[in-house]
Protein backbone atom coordinates (compact mmCIF):
# COMPACT_ATOMS: atom_id res chain seq x y z
CA UNK A 1 0.00 0.00 0.00
CA UNK A 2 2.55 2.58 1.20
CA UNK A 3 4.71 1.79 -2.51
CA UNK A 4 1.65 2.25 -4.20
CA UNK A 5 0.48 5.59 -2.39
CA UNK A 6 3.98 6.95 -3.43
CA UNK A 7 3.54 6.11 -7.10
CA UNK A 8 0.49 7.60 -7.33
CA UNK A 9 0.88 10.52 -5.49
CA UNK A 10 2.96 12.50 -8.25
CA UNK A 11 -0.20 12.23 -10.76
CA UNK A 12 -3.27 13.55 -8.38
CA UNK A 13 -4.09 16.69 -9.61
CA UNK A 14 -6.00 19.04 -7.01
CA UNK A 15 -9.18 21.11 -7.42
CA UNK A 16 -8.05 23.05 -4.37
CA UNK A 17 -4.54 22.82 -1.83
CA UNK A 18 -4.83 20.37 0.53
CA UNK A 19 -5.90 21.94 3.83
CA UNK A 20 -3.06 22.36 5.88
CA UNK A 21 -2.97 19.79 9.34
CA UNK A 22 -0.85 21.85 10.77
CA UNK A 23 -2.79 24.62 13.09
CA UNK A 24 -3.57 26.00 16.46
CA UNK A 25 -4.18 23.51 19.64
CA UNK A 26 -7.70 25.38 20.15
CA UNK A 27 -8.56 24.48 16.42
CA UNK A 28 -10.14 21.38 14.98
CA UNK A 29 -9.37 19.81 11.78
CA UNK A 30 -13.13 18.10 10.53
CA UNK A 31 -13.54 15.97 7.21
CA UNK A 32 -16.77 14.59 6.00
CA UNK A 33 -16.05 11.86 3.29
CA UNK A 34 -18.64 9.33 1.66
CA UNK A 35 -16.00 6.93 0.20
CA UNK A 36 -18.25 4.98 -1.78
CA UNK A 37 -19.63 0.88 -0.51
CA UNK A 38 -16.45 -1.35 -2.13
CA UNK A 39 -19.06 -3.93 -3.44
CA UNK A 40 -20.41 -1.88 -6.53
CA UNK A 41 -19.74 -2.30 -9.73
CA UNK A 42 -18.35 0.69 -10.65
CA UNK A 43 -15.97 -0.28 -13.67
CA UNK A 44 -13.16 1.94 -13.52
CA UNK A 45 -13.86 3.36 -10.47
CA UNK A 46 -14.24 0.25 -8.82
CA UNK A 47 -12.84 0.02 -5.10
CA UNK A 48 -9.34 -1.67 -5.85
CA UNK A 49 -8.80 0.98 -8.00
CA UNK A 50 -9.93 3.51 -6.01
CA UNK A 51 -8.47 2.77 -2.50
CA UNK A 52 -5.09 4.50 -2.65
CA UNK A 53 -6.35 7.95 -3.17
CA UNK A 54 -9.07 7.91 -0.69
CA UNK A 55 -6.36 6.39 1.45
CA UNK A 56 -4.01 10.02 0.28
CA UNK A 57 -6.80 12.43 0.83
CA UNK A 58 -7.42 10.92 4.58
CA UNK A 59 -3.66 11.26 5.09
CA UNK A 60 -2.31 14.29 3.66
CA UNK A 61 -5.72 16.27 5.42
CA UNK A 62 -5.28 14.10 8.58
CA UNK A 63 -8.69 15.49 10.28
CA UNK A 64 -9.09 15.34 14.23
CA UNK A 65 -12.44 14.22 13.60
CA UNK A 66 -13.30 11.77 10.57
CA UNK A 67 -16.95 11.40 9.75
CA UNK A 68 -17.22 8.28 7.19
CA UNK A 69 -20.17 7.02 5.46
CA UNK A 70 -20.81 3.75 3.35
CA UNK A 71 -17.78 1.89 4.17
CA UNK A 72 -17.79 -1.78 4.09
CA UNK A 73 -15.72 -3.42 6.86
CA UNK A 74 -13.01 -5.13 3.97
CA UNK A 75 -12.63 -1.18 3.10
CA UNK A 76 -12.16 0.43 6.52
CA UNK A 77 -9.60 -2.85 6.90
CA UNK A 78 -7.83 -1.93 3.45
CA UNK A 79 -7.49 1.81 5.12
CA UNK A 80 -5.71 0.65 8.39
CA UNK A 81 -3.22 2.42 7.62
CA UNK A 82 -4.21 5.80 6.83
CA UNK A 83 -6.49 5.19 10.04
CA UNK A 84 -3.89 3.75 12.16
CA UNK A 85 -4.09 7.11 14.67
CA UNK A 86 -7.48 6.78 14.99
CA UNK A 87 -9.90 5.35 17.10
CA UNK A 88 -13.01 4.33 15.21
CA UNK A 89 -16.41 5.16 17.49
CA UNK A 90 -19.73 3.49 16.60
CA UNK A 91 -21.65 -0.13 15.07
CA UNK A 92 -22.15 -0.53 11.32
CA UNK A 93 -25.45 0.37 10.51
CA UNK A 94 -26.76 -3.02 10.78
CA UNK A 95 -24.95 -4.14 14.28
CA UNK A 96 -21.33 -4.83 14.56
CA UNK A 97 -19.41 -4.91 12.01
CA UNK A 98 -22.52 -5.43 9.26
CA UNK A 99 -23.86 -3.01 6.80
CA UNK A 100 -22.44 -0.14 5.80
CA UNK A 101 -20.51 2.04 8.90
CA UNK A 102 -21.77 5.45 9.10
CA UNK A 103 -19.10 6.75 12.01
CA UNK A 104 -16.76 8.30 13.54
CA UNK A 105 -13.11 7.97 13.69
CA UNK A 106 -11.10 10.50 16.04
CA UNK A 107 -7.43 10.92 16.38
CA UNK A 108 -6.50 10.44 19.83
CA UNK A 109 -3.19 12.62 19.69
CA UNK A 110 -5.34 15.31 19.18
CA UNK A 111 -8.84 14.80 20.83
CA UNK A 112 -9.47 13.34 23.56
CA UNK A 113 -13.32 11.03 23.77
CA UNK A 114 -15.12 12.06 27.41
CA UNK A 115 -18.22 10.07 26.26
CA UNK A 116 -19.78 8.87 22.67
CA UNK A 117 -23.08 6.71 22.06
CA UNK A 118 -25.20 5.96 18.92
CA UNK A 119 -28.51 5.92 17.88
CA UNK A 120 -30.51 4.94 14.60
CA UNK A 121 -32.89 6.66 12.50
CA UNK A 122 -35.92 6.30 13.60
CA UNK A 123 -38.78 6.37 15.90
CA UNK A 124 -37.33 4.03 18.11
CA UNK A 125 -33.59 4.92 17.51
CA UNK A 126 -32.53 2.74 20.84
CA UNK A 127 -33.22 -0.23 18.55
CA UNK A 128 -30.21 -1.50 16.50
CA UNK A 129 -30.86 -1.65 13.04
CA UNK A 130 -34.29 0.34 13.08
CA UNK A 131 -35.80 1.45 10.26
CA UNK A 132 -37.23 4.97 9.90
CA UNK A 133 -40.40 6.58 8.84
CA UNK A 134 -40.22 5.99 4.73
CA UNK A 135 -36.47 5.50 4.73
CA UNK A 136 -35.37 2.67 2.13
CA UNK A 137 -32.29 1.35 4.18
CA UNK A 138 -31.73 1.52 7.94
CA UNK A 139 -29.42 4.85 8.61
CA UNK A 140 -27.84 5.86 12.23
CA UNK A 141 -26.25 8.45 13.65
CA UNK A 142 -22.73 7.95 15.82
CA UNK A 143 -22.12 11.41 18.46
CA UNK A 144 -18.64 11.71 20.63
CA UNK A 145 -17.95 14.57 23.14
CA UNK A 146 -14.42 15.23 23.06
CA UNK A 147 -11.75 17.16 24.39
CA UNK A 148 -9.34 19.00 21.88
CA UNK A 149 -6.17 18.39 23.70
CA UNK A 150 -4.11 21.39 24.88
CA UNK A 151 -6.94 24.09 24.98
CA UNK A 152 -9.08 21.97 26.93
CA UNK A 153 -12.60 22.98 24.72
CA UNK A 154 -15.17 20.44 24.34
CA UNK A 155 -17.10 19.79 21.53
CA UNK A 156 -20.02 17.64 20.34
CA UNK A 157 -19.74 16.14 16.72
CA UNK A 158 -22.14 14.11 15.15
CA UNK A 159 -21.06 11.84 12.05
CA UNK A 160 -24.71 10.10 10.10
CA UNK A 161 -26.12 9.75 6.70
CA UNK A 162 -29.29 10.20 6.00
CA UNK A 163 -31.19 8.09 3.91
CA UNK A 164 -31.36 8.71 -0.42
CA UNK A 165 -34.99 8.11 -1.31
CA UNK A 166 -37.18 8.75 2.45
CA UNK A 167 -38.10 12.56 2.35
CA UNK A 168 -39.78 12.25 5.88
CA UNK A 169 -36.83 10.13 6.95
CA UNK A 170 -34.81 12.65 5.84
CA UNK A 171 -36.87 15.65 7.79
CA UNK A 172 -37.81 13.40 10.97
CA UNK A 173 -33.83 12.25 10.92
CA UNK A 174 -33.08 16.03 11.51
CA UNK A 175 -35.44 16.67 13.80
CA UNK A 176 -34.10 13.92 16.01
CA UNK A 177 -30.25 14.78 15.72
CA UNK A 178 -31.78 18.50 16.51
CA UNK A 179 -33.89 17.15 19.70
CA UNK A 180 -30.24 14.53 20.47
CA UNK A 181 -28.07 17.67 20.69
CA UNK A 182 -30.63 20.21 22.51
CA UNK A 183 -31.25 18.37 25.20
CA UNK A 184 -27.13 18.06 25.68
CA UNK A 185 -27.15 21.65 25.23
CA UNK A 186 -29.22 22.29 27.76
CA UNK A 187 -26.89 20.41 30.19
CA UNK A 188 -23.44 21.45 28.51
CA UNK A 189 -23.08 24.77 26.98
CA UNK A 190 -19.96 23.83 24.37
CA UNK A 191 -20.09 23.60 20.85
CA UNK A 192 -22.19 20.85 18.63
CA UNK A 193 -21.09 19.93 14.91
CA UNK A 194 -22.84 17.56 12.79
CA UNK A 195 -21.05 15.87 9.30
CA UNK A 196 -22.32 13.53 6.67
CA UNK A 197 -24.24 12.86 3.84
CA UNK A 198 -27.75 14.02 4.28
CA UNK A 199 -29.13 13.40 1.03
CA UNK A 200 -30.05 17.00 1.20
CA UNK A 201 -29.28 20.37 -0.41
CA UNK A 202 -29.38 23.73 1.00
CA UNK A 203 -32.43 24.50 -0.27
CA UNK A 204 -33.92 21.57 1.42
CA UNK A 205 -36.57 21.32 3.97
CA UNK A 206 -34.06 18.74 6.58
CA UNK A 207 -31.42 21.21 6.03
CA UNK A 208 -33.68 24.35 7.27
CA UNK A 209 -34.25 22.54 10.36
CA UNK A 210 -30.42 22.99 10.71
CA UNK A 211 -30.65 26.58 9.97
CA UNK A 212 -33.90 26.81 12.35
CA UNK A 213 -31.60 25.31 14.80
CA UNK A 214 -28.66 27.81 14.57
CA UNK A 215 -25.86 25.77 12.52
CA UNK A 216 -24.50 26.75 9.12
CA UNK A 217 -22.12 25.47 6.30
CA UNK A 218 -18.52 25.85 7.39
CA UNK A 219 -18.30 25.85 3.74
CA UNK A 220 -21.55 28.16 2.39
CA UNK A 221 -20.32 31.12 5.41
CA UNK A 222 -16.51 31.05 4.15
CA UNK A 223 -17.48 30.40 0.32
CA UNK A 224 -20.74 32.28 -0.43
CA UNK A 225 -22.47 32.12 -4.16
CA UNK A 226 -19.62 29.62 -5.26
CA UNK A 227 -21.57 26.33 -6.59
CA UNK A 228 -19.82 23.78 -6.29
CA UNK A 229 -21.17 20.29 -5.15
CA UNK A 230 -20.24 17.03 -3.45
CA UNK A 231 -21.87 14.47 -5.23
CA UNK A 232 -20.10 14.32 -8.61
CA UNK A 233 -21.44 10.52 -9.44
CA UNK A 234 -18.00 9.87 -11.25
CA UNK A 235 -18.61 11.46 -13.92
CA UNK A 236 -19.76 15.70 -12.39
CA UNK A 237 -16.30 17.62 -12.23
CA UNK A 238 -18.19 20.10 -10.78
CA UNK A 239 -19.82 18.17 -8.11
CA UNK A 240 -23.17 18.10 -8.70
CA UNK A 241 -25.53 18.61 -5.77
CA UNK A 242 -23.67 19.87 -2.68
CA UNK A 243 -25.41 17.18 0.06
CA UNK A 244 -22.60 16.31 1.86
CA UNK A 245 -22.04 18.85 4.61
CA UNK A 246 -19.97 19.87 8.11
CA UNK A 247 -22.88 21.57 9.83
CA UNK A 248 -21.67 24.15 12.75
CA UNK A 249 -24.00 25.25 15.88
CA UNK A 250 -23.61 28.03 18.35
CA UNK A 251 -19.92 27.98 19.86
CA UNK A 252 -18.14 26.76 16.61
CA UNK A 253 -16.78 29.24 14.04
CA UNK A 254 -15.60 28.12 10.27
CA UNK A 255 -11.79 29.22 9.55
CA UNK A 256 -11.31 27.02 6.20
CA UNK A 257 -13.39 24.80 4.53
CA UNK A 258 -12.40 23.21 1.11
CA UNK A 259 -14.34 20.50 -1.10
CA UNK A 260 -11.71 18.41 -1.83
CA UNK A 261 -12.04 17.58 -6.00
CA UNK A 262 -8.93 15.05 -5.95
CA UNK A 263 -8.76 12.47 -9.36
CA UNK A 264 -6.26 10.56 -11.19
CA UNK A 265 -6.10 9.67 -14.60
CA UNK A 266 -9.87 9.76 -14.49
CA UNK A 267 -10.17 8.25 -11.47
CA UNK A 268 -12.38 9.43 -8.58
CA UNK A 269 -11.79 8.65 -4.89
CA UNK A 270 -15.38 8.52 -4.73
CA UNK A 271 -19.14 9.45 -6.31
CA UNK A 272 -18.86 12.08 -3.83
CA UNK A 273 -16.56 14.55 -2.86
CA UNK A 274 -15.00 14.91 1.26
CA UNK A 275 -15.73 18.46 2.31
CA UNK A 276 -13.09 19.54 4.66
CA UNK A 277 -13.02 22.23 7.64
CA UNK A 278 -10.89 23.99 10.13
CA UNK A 279 -13.03 25.54 12.65
CA UNK A 280 -12.51 27.48 16.13
CA UNK A 281 -14.06 26.63 19.22
CA UNK A 282 -16.04 29.24 21.73
CA UNK A 283 -14.24 29.40 25.28
CA UNK A 284 -16.80 28.81 26.67
CA UNK A 285 -16.63 25.38 26.03
CA UNK A 286 -13.65 24.99 28.11
CA UNK A 287 -13.43 21.58 29.85
CA UNK A 288 -14.14 22.04 33.68
CA UNK A 289 -15.45 18.69 36.07
CA UNK A 290 -15.83 15.85 33.96
CA UNK A 291 -14.73 12.12 34.60
CA UNK A 292 -11.77 10.39 32.91
CA UNK A 293 -14.92 9.33 30.16
CA UNK A 294 -14.42 7.37 27.38
CA UNK A 295 -18.17 5.82 28.07
CA UNK A 296 -21.04 5.05 26.19
CA UNK A 297 -24.33 6.32 26.95
CA UNK A 298 -28.19 5.53 25.63
CA UNK A 299 -29.39 8.49 23.47
CA UNK A 300 -32.40 7.57 25.97
CA UNK A 301 -31.02 10.02 28.32
CA UNK A 302 -31.09 12.92 25.99
CA UNK A 303 -34.21 12.89 24.65
Known amino acids: MKRLLGLLFP ?46 IIERHSPG ?12 QDLA ?22 GLYVHESRVRVVEWGEFWLSPTPDIQGSVGWDAALTRMAVWADLEVLG ?3 MVRVYGTHFDHRGEKARLESARLIIRHAE ?3 AQNRSATIVMGDLNADESSEPFGVFLEAGYKSAYSELNPGL ?7 FHDSGGGSRIDHILLGRGATPLRSQILQDQIRGVWPSD ?7 VSLDPSGILRSRGP ?7 ASER
Open 11 to 56: LVTFGTAALSAQHADADLHLMTFNIRYGTADDGVNSWANRQALVAG
Open 65 to 76: VLAVQEALAFQL
Open 81 to 102: DALGGYRKLGQHRDGGLEGEFS
Open 151 to 153: SGK
Open 183 to 185: ARY
Open 227 to 233: ETGTFNG
Open 272 to 278: HYPVAAV
Open 293 to 299: GGGVRSP
